[in-house]
């Protein structure tokens, strides 16, 4: 039995809607478009979805940050910063996750 | 590779060792090494889907229906802004809204997709479309990209050893997360780890001026249009930088005709 202020048939609605929804989100292109050639323009713009979705996702996260309340927080700022550089430089995901949390922990230990 | 072979080719089409072993590999070779590439993802995918096991038990949601989030919707950002909302008492409509608006964004990686794998047949393209998430899209766009000469077989094998690496964790972590509860301390400050995921992708997609110009208008934009509910700012940032970007490739490339 959950205890939100919803029933439990209404957090199962929630849930097969939102993947449903999602699904068709997904299934979208492939599903309907499959292998028909894509036009020159629309393979330009689609260079650039990770690079412009994923920036967008973080940076909200990182100038207000869900766990202070959204506050501005030096030891995110700092670990968010160094994640970046990191990942630049070496070029390495693993690389760069690393460095943002030993970051985040070196800073929240110095700042605590 | 026999020097005759490569007489006639631009010096692009030549391929590097680590592309001809790429080629190689048998489709079973390419699922077992997308699993093991996946093990990156995986040291941050583990901690938030256990984080969102925690969130979702204090919001009050039930392990059958963490389980239902975890299988159904399989994304993880989105099943964030829903539990959030849940918990704030939003109305059922605006959870719903808000979630699915926060993964529009996958619309954009299913195009890209296409040019892959669209000639894979409507049942495989079924099942990728299922485990479309950030990481299985990022990793295998990657490998895409980096070997353009791989059979459609490969490419497949590829996207499901990083599905099933990536995707059963998730709901294993959210059952776990959920069990352990709120002995996990805040200190360890897991809500960071999704930024942290998504920063250390951006650096190596950095490749071109253009590539860089697109991040720097989605950071702006993104954090200009903050103010829109939940997920909205991201549906306007992300289209400008993807303009920026296109923009910019265009400029580059006359530039460069100019002074061929």
Not at chain 1, 95 to 102: F, P, Q, S, T, Y
Not at chain 2, 213 to 218: G, H, I, K
Not at chain 2, 233 to 244: E, F, R, S
Request: with cysteine; aromatic share 8%.
């Amino acid at each position: 039995m959950n205890q939100t202020q919803f029933s439990d048939l209404t957090i199962w609605m929630i849930i097969l809607t939102l993947g449903a929804g999602t699904y068709l989100i997904r299934w979208s292109f492939l599903g309907v478009i499959g292998s028909r050639p894509m036009p020159a323009w629309a393979m330009r713009l689609l260079r650039y979805t990770a690079v412009a979705v994923l920036p967008a996702l973080s940076a909200p996260l990182v100038v207000w940050p869900n766990a202070t309340g959204g506050e501005l927080d030096p030891a995110r700022l700092a670990a968010a910063a160094v994640t970046l550089v990191a990942g630049l430089l070496t070029r390495s995901v693993l690389g760069a996750i690393v460095a943002g949390l030993v970051t985040l922990y070196g800073m929240i230990y110095l700042l605590a | 590779m026999p020097p005759d072979l490569n007489a006639a080719a631009d010096p692009s089409d030549r391929l590097t060792p680590a592309q001809q072993r790429a080629l190689a590999r048998t489709p079973r070779e390419c699922f077992l090494h997308a699993m093991v590439q996946s093990v990156p993802f995986l040291l941050v995918l583990m901690p938030f889907g256990l984080l969102f096991g925690v969130v979702a038990g204090e919001a009050g949601i039930d392990l059958v229906q963490v389980v239902g989030f975890s299988m159904l919707v399989l994304a993880g950002a989105s099943q964030f802004t829903a539990i959030q909302l849940i918990s704030d008492h939003a109305p059922a409509l605006v959870v719903i809204v808000s979630a699915l608006a926060v993964n529009l964004r996958m619309a954009m990686y299913s195009a890209s997709l296409v040019p892959w794998i669209g000639a894979a047949n409507g049942r495989q393209r079924a099942l990728v479309a299922y485990l479309l998430v950030d990481q299985t899209y990022a990793l295998s766009i990657e490998q895409y990209e980096r070997n353009p000469k791989l059979r459609l077989d490969q490419r497949l094998a590829y996207f499901f050893g990083a599905a099933l690496a990536m995707c059963a964790p998730w709901v294993v972590a959210s059952v776990v997360g959920y069990t352990l509860g709120k002995a996990i301390p805040p200190e360890l400050a897991l809500d960071f780890a999704v930024p942290i995921t998504f920063l250390a992708m951006i650096g190596p997609m950095l490749r071109t001026p253009a590539h860089v110009a697109a991040a720097l208008v989605s950071i702006i934009a993104a954090l200009v249009f903050s103010f829109l509910p939940s997920g909205l700012g991201l549906l306007v940032a992300a289209p400008l930088a993807m303009l920026t970007g296109a923009w910019v490739e265009v400029l580059t490339e006359r530039r460069k005709a100019a002074r061929a």
